[in-house]
């Protein structure tokens, strides 16, 4: 359209119409998601460093939050749904909203020191921070998981295109970001987690 309007155009005339308002939004689609997601990305990470002051539980958070837009990606896909200005939109929420599942299990990780005697070696110790998380915070997480759930689960039947991508998009947000703060994460940090003792003591520590 622009050539045709250069070269049989008159000068100082354009053409308008209300589709090229969405034709000019296809041109910026990849950067301006690149852009959002690359942004968004690099808050969560500065606030979960901010929050936790480790970088191992930084990065470790940092992956599942970026696979959860990788998996919300190939089910948007599979699930039919275009490359549109409503998914783009859910792509960066998803990056947000993926935090909650995970940072505060890595926190609660952080915080939590063992008895004394009761850990040899790291391995066990890395293995006791995480059962004490996940009982600690695990309940807590899946609840808002599963009552956001039943809060979009209402969008499942309509026929609006648009109600339609948010219950998609937040279907899998909720799944993937319970499936690697519950799944993933814990094994990533029953292996390669920090043990240096940054917060409170442990629960039996305190009731002795």
Sequence with gaps: MRRIQADYGLPGTFTFA????????????VSETLYSSGMSFAAVCLVILVITTSITATLLVALCVALVDLYLLALLYFWGL???TIVVLQIVIALGLAVDYSAHIAHN???????????NTN???RIYKVKAALSQIGSSIFHGGFSTFLAICMLGGSKSYIFVVFFRAWFGIITFGMANGFILLPVLLSLIGPTAEVGHVSQDVEEK
């Design 123 to 125: 391995a066990e110790k």
């Design 18 to 29: 209300e589709d090229y308002l969405d034709y000019e939004s296809y041109f910026n689609f």
């Design 109 to 119: 990780y952080l915080v939590i020191v063992p008895p004394p005697g009761s850990c």
């Design 82 to 84: 275009t490359f549109n």
